[in-house]
C-alpha cells in the first residue's frame, strides 16, 4: 500500500487527497467525508474496488466493492452474521484481492428432557429362605430427573452436546432382597431299610434265603406231607 504524509492546514479532506494526487473513482472509499476538515495527525484512508468471494450457506458468491477489512466486505455484500457464526479470515482483516472469507453458520440451541433415575438393589441374608432362594422385602421405586442440554449445531449437524443443569425431580428407593441361606435336607434321608423289615413301597430287604421240604401237621390227626 501507498503510504504519503503532507503537511496541511486548513483544508478538506478532498482537498488534501488532490494535493497528495489521489484520483478517485465512484466506487473507491473515504474513511471521511470529503468535506470534513482536516486536523492534526489525521490518517485519511482511501480503500480501492477489490475483487473478493464469500463462501456462505453452501454457495459461493463473486464480488467487487472498495472495502476496508472483511467486517466491512460482509456488510456490503449484504451478509447477515448470528451470534455464533465463525468468520475466517477474522472480521478485522484486511482484504486483499482475489481473497476468500468463509462463513461458518453455528446454531446454538437447548434441550430440556426427564430421565429415570435406576433404584439400587440391596441383599440382605436370612435362614428363612434356602440357599438359591430370593424373595423381595421391600419393593424398589424408580427416580426421576430434569436434565438442560446445549447443543451445539454447525451449518445444520450437532457438533456438540453438554449438560448445562441438572436437577432431581424425584430420588430413587432402593429394594431390599432377602436372600436364603439355610441348607437344605438331604436327598436320602428316611430311605434306608433293615433286614427283615418293611422298606419303601410294601417291600422288604432280607440277607439270606433258606429253601427245603417239611411235614406240617393239624388238630384233626391226619398229618400232611405235601402231597
Known sequence: DKVETLSLSNVTVKEALNQAKVILSEDDYVN??????IFNNMIIRVYRRVPYSIVCDGERTEYNNSVSDVKDAIKK???QLSEHDIVEPSLDTKVKKDIEIKITRVKVEYETVKEDIPFDIEYEETDTLYSGEESVKEQGTIG???IKYKKTLKEGS???????EEKILKEPKK????KGTKDRPSA???NSGSAGGSGNNGSFNYSKVITGTGTAYCDYGTTASGH
Open 158 to 164: 450437532e457438533e456438540s452436546k453438554e449438560i448445562v
Open 175 to 178: 429394594e431390599i432382597v432377602l
Open 144 to 146: 426421576q430427573k430434569e
Open 188 to 190: 436320602d434321608a428316611g
Open 77 to 79: 455484500a449484504g451478509v
Open 32 to 37: 471521511y467525508a470529503l468535506e470534513d476538515k
